[in-house]
C-alpha cells in the first residue's frame, strides 16, 4: 500500500515540509481552477507513499490534476488509457526479439515511470487489472518470468466514471483496498467555471503547464517528514475504533480492514504535515475517514435497492465513535 522512503533520506523539518507542500499546492492551483481541498487530499495520498483513485465524472479536470502534480513534482509521467483489449503487456512492457543481435530485449511500458496516469482503469478487464495490481502493491512487474523493480518514487492516480456501466468492468476489492484514498471533484461554482473559461481565453492555446517546484529526492525527503509527524496513542485509537465499527454496522457486509486503519493514520499524518503540524488531531482523522474508507466498505447487497453505501456506514460510524479530547503536541523537527 505504502512505501518507506528509503533510510538514507533526510527528513525536512515540519516547516519545510509544509512550505514545499504548500507551494505544490499553489502550483497545482495555476491549472486546476478552484479545488484546493481536493487538491490537498491528492497531494496527501502522494505524501503518504500511496495510490489515489479520482471517481467523477468526465471533463472535471481528473487528468489536467494528475499531470500538474507530475509537472510540479518533477516526476516522469506516464498516461495510460485503458480500454477493453488492453493487455497486460501493454502496461507493463514486452520482451521483444531484436532481430540485429539475435536476442529477447525488454521493452518497458508506460508503468516504468514516477507518476502513472491509468485513465478510465474501470474499463480494462480484470487480467490487465491485475497487472497493475501487483506494480500497486509490490512495486514491481513481472514479465516472462522475469521481475523488474520499478522507479522509485512511484504513485498511480486512477480515474475512473461513476455512472457508465457499458463496457466497464467493476474494480474488486482487492485493487480498491490499494487505494490510499478516492476522491472526487466534483462541479465547479459559476465563478469557477468562468475562471476556467477566462484563463483558456487569455492563454490562447488549450495546453497548460506547470512550474516544477520539488524533483524526486525533495519529494523523498517530504515523504519521510511525514514519517516523523507525531500520532497520540488516543488519536490512533480513535482510528482503529472507526474502522472496527465499520465493520459492526448492520449494513455492512464487509467493513474496512486493517489496512484501512493504516491508510487513516499514514494519511492523517501527511495531511497534518500540509496544515503545518508536527501531530495529528481527531479532526484530521474525522476530515479522512470518507475518502479512505468509503470504498473499503461492502454494504450487504438486500440494501442497494434503498440506496445503502459505504458512505452511509461512515457517516453512521463517525456520530456513534466518541471523538477523544487529544493534547497538541509541539512540531517536532528531525534530529
Known amino acids: 500500500m505504502t512505501t518507506t522512503p528509503a533510510l538514507s533520506t533526510t527528513p525536512l523539518s515540519t516547516t519545510a515540509a509544509t512550505d514545499a507542500a504548500r507551494r505544490v499546492l499553489d502550483a497545482v492551483e495555476t491549472a486546476v481552477v478552484g479545488k484546493r481541498q481536493s487538491l490537498e487530499l491528492v497531494l496527501t495520498g502522494l505524501l503518504a507513499g500511496g495510490h489515489v483513485l479520482l471517481e467523477d465524472l468526465p471533463g472535471l479536470g481528473k487528468t489536467l490534476a494528475a499531470r500538474s502534480f507530475a509537472q510540479a513534482l518533477g516526476l516522469p509521467f506516464a498516461r495510460a488509457q485503458f480500454t477493453p483489449d488492453l493487455l497486460p ?11 540485429r543481435t539475435g536476442e529477447f530485449v525488454f521493452r518497458p511500458g508506460p508503468v516504468f515511470t514516477g507518476l502513472l496516469l491509468a485513465d478510465e482503469i474501470n474499463r480494462t478487464p480484470p487480467k490487465t487489472q491485475s497487472a497493475l495490481l501487483e506494480a500497486m502493491q509490490e512495486r514491481q512487474v513481472s514479465v516472462e518470468g522475469t521481475t523488474r523493480p520499478l522507479p522509485v518514487p512511484f504513485h498511480v492516480l486512477a480515474t475512473a466514471n461513476p455512472i457508465e456501466h457499458e463496457g466497464t468492468y467493476p474494480l ?13 471533484f466534483g462541479y465547479p461554482s459559476a465563478e469557477q467555471e468562468w475562471e476556467v473559461v477566462s484563463r483558456r481565453i487569455d492563454r490562447r492555446r488549450e495546453e497548460q503547464t506547470v512550474a516544477q517546484v520539488l524533483d524526486a529526492e525533495q519529494l523523498l525527503a517530504l515523504q ?3 514519517e516523523e509527524v507525531h500520532v497520540e496513542d488516543a488519536v490512533g485509537r480513535y482510528a482503529v475504533d472507526l474502522v472496527a465499527a465499520t465493520r459492526r454496522h448492520q449494513n455492512a457486509l464487509v467493513g474496512a480492514s486493517p489496512r484501512g486503519t493504516l491508510a487513516l493514520i499514514t494519511c492523517a499524518r501527511a495531511l497534518a504535515v500540509i496544515r503545518g503540524r508536527g501531530y495529528v488531531v481527531p479532526e484530521d ?4 475517514a470518507h475518502p479512505a474508507l468509503d470504498h473499503r466498505v461492502t454494504v450487504r447487497p438486500e440494501l442497494w435497492l434503498q440506496n445503502a453505501t459505504g458512505a452511509g456506514v461512515v457517516d453512521a460510524v463517525l456520530e456513534q465513535v466518541p471523538v477523544p479530547v487529544a493534547s497538541p503536541q509541539p512540531a517536532r523537527s528531525p534530529s
Open 224 to 226: 519521510a517528514a511525514v
Open 285 to 288: 482523522v474525522k476530515e479522512l
Open 172 to 184: 474488486p476489492e482487492a485493487q480498491l483496498d490499494r487505494f490510499l484514498l478516492r476522491l472526487s
Open 89 to 99: 503487456a501493454d502496461l507493463t512492457g514486452a520482451e521483444v526479439f531484436d532481430q
